[in-house]
């Protein structure tokens, strides 16, 4: 079984400054890990994915995340972010098995950009 | 391109009523699943398919049914309606494979009252 804990529900952030939203996992076998953003009254969007190799993934909308897989971690930045970036966001892990293939979610991050 | 869909997006149901929210995905992926969104609780599985005929049950299936009878429908069964199921329900669907990528539905904000 996997759980993920994201450590801030909130992160008000003024437009044009860096952030950092922070995820961490537990599992007890490999596994992927994604970021999906939310924006209000819509549906979720992939943002990025680590399956294996380079820890730095970049994705969507300037976004990138860093896989460290000693501290089980896999933190979602931005070096400057815009009004437009308002949304919750999700990491997600999903085993590397056959199993359920399922995503397990974290509790969600609502970053709210201020002019 | 509609990718998934859901309907109604907005519910009202008495306790102890039933519905269906209806899911279709236009992709022709084998995979799909229902989640719930809760406030401070992220997404939680309620059950998901592999493919058609074939259903098996997430982290919360108590109260839900569903069933697949074909590859791109994947309707979620309310029998008898609870305040405790108040909640978002998102159908998402994908390639199967842990590795791929998941569409969601815009949701279903269902309200037990």
């Known amino acids: 079984a996997q759980s993920v804990t994201q450590l801030d529900s909130q992160v008000p952030v003024f437009e044009e400054a860096p952030v950092e939203l922070r995820c961490n996992y537990s599992s007890s076998v490999s596994v992927y890990l994604f970021w999906y953003v939310q924006y209000p009254n819509q549906g979720l969007q992939l943002l990025l994915k680590?399956?294996?190799?380079?820890?730095l993934v970049k994705g969507i909308n300037g976004f990138e995340a860093e896989f460290n897989k000693s501290q089980t971690s896999f933190h979602l930045r931005k070096p400057s972010v815009h009004i437009s970036d308002t949304a919750e966001y999700f990491c997600a892990v999903s085993d590397t098995g056959v199993g359920r293939r399922a995503l397990t979610f974290g509790s969600g991050t609502r970053l709210q950009v201020q002019p | 391109n509609a990718g998934v869909t859901q309907t109604p997006k907005f519910q009202v149901l008495k306790t102890g009523q039933s519905m269906t929210l209806q899911c279709a995905q236009d992709m022709n992926h084998e995979y799909m699943s229902w989640y719930r969104q809760d406030p401070g609780m992220g997404l939680r599985l309620i059950h998901y398919s592999v493919g058609a005929g074939i259903t098996d049950q997430g982290e919360v299936p108590n109260g839900y049914n569903v069933s697949r009878s074909t590859t791109e429908d994947f309707p979620l069964r309310l029998l008898s309606a609870a305040p405790s199921q108040t909640s978002v329900y998102f159908c998402?669907?994908?390639?199967?494979?842990?590795?791929?990528?998941?569409?969601f539905g815009q949701g279903t904000r269902l309200t037990v009252v």
């Open positions: 998402a669907s994908k390639v199967t494979g842990a590795n791929t990528e998941a569409f």
């Open positions: 680590y399956l294996s190799g380079s820890t």
